[in-house]
């Protein structure tokens, strides 16, 4: 069974860039859609990105011009990195796996990771 | 791309049932039938309960069931058990390989 767990600092600076990877086990890379999704504390899940194993990727528009989603085959993993952070960015992360077609369910997710953004 | 309408809260009795409504746009939920539902209890991860509508992942009980009409979409949950307390998410397909969440219901099993 695949297992997701996200790793990177628990604390950012405002304007500064957000980074987070999720370490992939259990199961192939490939074939398969991932995704990152957020929850600011007492809110909802907000989608951030998907990249497929061959690199195309797709982001929620309004993320989209600070977001970067990034894929490592080799190493079993995929990144995000969200740049000039602010207050808002404070979340839990979560890695999801997003199945093998564009249009799959967020079917594994990763237990979150919480980042906040404080001076 | 706003979020999907959810009510803040529903309640219900063990043994009831209880229905959830996801209401979104002609953009999203109506127009197409991948509206999926994530169940979360405190502290862990979304858990995937339905998806495309009413199809259930191998392992979720059949108490849980989904169906959609125009641009709502309806999680019921039949036999409320005490476990089944926690926040629901609805999520629809948006166009343009973009996904939007609703903003959550909390049900509380009395």
């Known amino acids: 069974q695949v297992q997701m767990q996200e790793s990177g600092p628990g604390l950012v600076k405002p304007s500064e860039t957000l980074s987070l990877t999720c370490t992939v086990s259990?199961?192939?890379?490939?074939?398969?859609?991932w995704s990152w999704v957020r929850q600011p504390p007492g809110k909802g899940l907000e989608w951030i990105a998907n990249?497929?194993?061959?690199?195309?990727?797709n982001y929620n528009p309004s993320l989209k011009s600070r977001a970067t989603i990034s894929l490592d085959t080799s190493k079993y993993q995929f990144s995000l990195k969200l740049s000039s952070v602010t207050a808002a960015d404070t979340a839990v992360y979560y890695c999801?796996?997003?199945?093998?077609?564009?249009?799959?369910?967020?079917?594994?997710w990763g237990q979150g990771t919480l980042v906040t953004v404080s001076s | 791309q706003s979020a999907l309408t959810q009510p803040a809260s529903v309640s219900g009795s063990p043994g009831q049932s209880i229905t959830i409504s996801c209401t979104g746009t002609?953009?999203?939920?109506?127009?197409?039938?991948?509206v999926s539902w994530y169940q979360q209890h405190p502290g862990k991860a979304p858990k995937l309960m339905i998806y495309?509508?009413?199809k259930r992942p191998s392992g979720v009980s059949n108490r849980f069931s989904g169906s959609k009409s125009g641009n709502r979409a309806s999680l019921t949950i039949s036999g409320l058990q005490t476990e089944d307390e926690a926040d629901y998410y609805c999520?629809?397909?948006?166009?343009?390989?973009?996904?939007?969440f609703g903003g959550g219901t909390k049900l509380t099993v009395l």
């Open positions: 999801a796996r997003k199945g093998t077609g564009a249009y799959s369910p967020f079917d594994y």
């Open positions: 259990g199961d192939s890379i490939s074939s398969y859609y």
């Open positions: 990249i497929y194993y061959s690199g195309a990727t």
């Open positions: 002609s953009s999203d939920v109506g127009s197409y039938n991948l």
């Open positions: 495309e509508v009413s």
């Open positions: 999520c629809s397909y948006a166009g343009s390989s973009t996904w939007v």
